[in-house]
Nanobody, 128 residues
Framework: QVQLVESGGGLMQAGGSLRLSCAAS????????MGWFRQAPGKEREFVAA????????SYADSVKGRFTISRDNAKNTVSLQMNSLKPEDTAVYYC?????????????????????WGQGTQVTVSS
């Protein structure tokens, strides 16, 4: 069992920055790959970024490459998403998620169905 709580969402002008954080509890955090997904009203939930168990490997959606950075601190059981150069298209509810990975060198999961545990989401709104 993993409990995830996101924070850091809010309103930002286009071109600005926000940093999202996700606090995990209830299980061995380092056993999980972690991901960020987002969902806009009327849209499918989509992959944003993911990070491996040890933090050495990452994956990003093409739409956020070069602008967003995912990181984790296993000692603090947290994962973060630094979002720079925000665009109105980034407006969505952002969700933190955990995927159980037994092998340290396994590929970083990017499919929504790979993630077993989800936070409640935090709203990010980017205005023009």
């Amino acid at each position: 069992q993993v409990q995830l709580v996101e924070s850091g969402g809010g309103l930002m002008q286009a071109g600005g920055s926000l940093r999202l954080s996700c606090a995990a509890s209830g299980a061995t955090f380092s056993s999980y790959a972690m991901g960020w997904f987002r969902q806009a009203p009327g849209k499918e939930r989509e992959f944003v970024a993911a990070i491996s168990r040890g933090g050495g490997r990452t994956s990003y959606a093409d739409s956020v490459k070069g602008r967003f950075t995912i990181s984790r601190d296993n000692a603090k059981n947290t994962v973060s998403l630094q979002m720079n150069s925000l665009k109105p298209e980034d407006t969505a509810v952002y969700y933190c998620a955990a995927a159980r990975v037994g092998w340290s060198l396994a590929p970083v999961p990017v499919a929504l169905g790979s993630y077993l545990y989800w936070g409640q989401g935090t709203q990010v709104t980017v205005s023009s």
